[in-house]
């Protein structure tokens, strides 16, 4: 599926793998000076696994946490304030790799 042209815009596909999304109920943010990494996690007692991780640079996570809040604003002026859930029980160690 390709998103119609609109002015300056390019053109974005998006596979029929990707259209149905993952889900992930726990994020982990870590970062280096050059980037930072997002691991979108299940966690399902007692094991987890990570479902997508995703590597940007900093100066795009900015804009990710703006147009976040943005629409987090626009989220609540329309359907009221979201109660913040509270932290899990246990920390959640470092992802590890698995064979």
């Given amino acids: 599926m390709t998103q119609p042209p609109q002015g300056n815009s390019i053109p974005v596909k998006l596979t029929d793998d990707v259209l149905g999304g993952v889900y992930s109920n726990s994020m982990q943010v870590t970062h280096t000076r050059e980037e930072f990494v997002l ?3 299940s966690i399902f007692p007692p094991a987890g696994k990570v479902n997508a991780r995703v590597i940007i ?17 626009r989220y ?10 509270p932290e899990p029980p246990a920390r959640i160690p470092e992802p590890q790799q698995t064979q």
Wanted: proline share 3%; glycine share 6%.
């Fill in 76 to 85: 609540e002026s329309q359907f009221g304030a979201i109660v913040e859930a």
């Fill in 57 to 73: 640079s900093p100066g795009h996570m900015k804009r990710i946490i703006l147009a976040l809040q943005e629409n987090l604003r």
């Fill in 39 to 41: 691991d979108f996690m």
